[in-house]
């Protein structure tokens, strides 16, 4: 006998702020998830409802969604080194086991470089492929031209997902980098990179199961 599927339940996270702007990229993020059928609900104080089915994402746990739901994702290549170097700044790595890198403040290629992101997830791999535009290519060809022998970071606000040793000029506008140790990994941070970039001090401040509002027309929804 074929064992009858789970019960869908509707579960609501609360966020603020909220406007519109923010909404649509969450709709945006929550897409690019493969997380159909969700819905963002502008709500009194200023704040968002963000209805998901929990049948629909079985393999996603909360932690995931909640940073996929208010992690900023400001992305950045950025001159790095190993070691304390004059000029470069501390950053944590995503790993708590890692050693601490060293990055250089300014970014060469940002989020405005992004043409494509992929998750790379088995049982052996668990990474992301960042494809950049014309422009970007030419940035990170240049730059990465400049480091040859030293190191470049992928950094995602603030923390160091991965650091390379640059061996030659990159020049296919693609670049691969580590996924893993962090709530996002690879498919988290394929939606916060593809959906775009939230602002700084957004935060989930309740959840509930059921709808805030069955009734309510949603600022956007996931389909």
């Known amino acids: 006998m074929v064992p009858a599927p ?3 339940q509707t579960y ?12 649509q990229t969450i ?3 929550l897409r690019t998830l493969d997380l159909p059928n969700a819905r963002v609900l502008p709500i009194a104080g200023g704040r968002l409802a963000v209805e998901t089915n929990t049948a629909d994402h079985p393999n ?3 932690a995931t969604l909640a940073a996929v739901l ?9 001159a790095a080194s190993d070691r304390p170097v004059e000029g470069l700044e501390e950053r944590r790595p995503a790993h708590a086991d890692a050693a601490s890198v060293f990055v250089a403040p300014d970014a060469f290629v940002t989020n405005a470089d992004l043409a494509g992101v992929q998750a790379v997830a088995n049982q052996t791999d668990r990474a992301v492929v960042v494809v950049l535009s014309d422009q970007g290519s030419q940035r990170l060809q240049g730059s990465s031209a400049t480091l040859v022998g030293r190191h470049l970071a992928v950094v995602v606000d603030d923390v160091v997902w991965d650091l390379q040793a640059v061996d030659a000029p990159i020049a296919d506008g693609r670049l ?5 140790g962090t709530d996002l990994g690879p498919v988290g941070l394929v939606a916060v990179l593809a959906g775009g970039p939230l ?3 957004l935060h989930i401040v309740g959840s509930q199961l059921g709808s805030e509002d069955p009734g309510a027309v949603p600022t956007c929804t996931s389909n």
């Open 27 to 29: 709709c945006a993020r």
């Open 6 to 8: 789970a019960a869908a």
């Open 12 to 23: 609501t996270s609360i966020i603020e702020p909220g406007s519109p702007e923010i909404a």
């Open 176 to 180: 691969r980098f580590s996924a893993s």
């Open 60 to 62: 996603i746990n909360g």
């Open 70 to 78: 208010t992690q900023p994702g400001m992305f950045g290549l950025h």
């Open 199 to 201: 602002p700084d001090g």
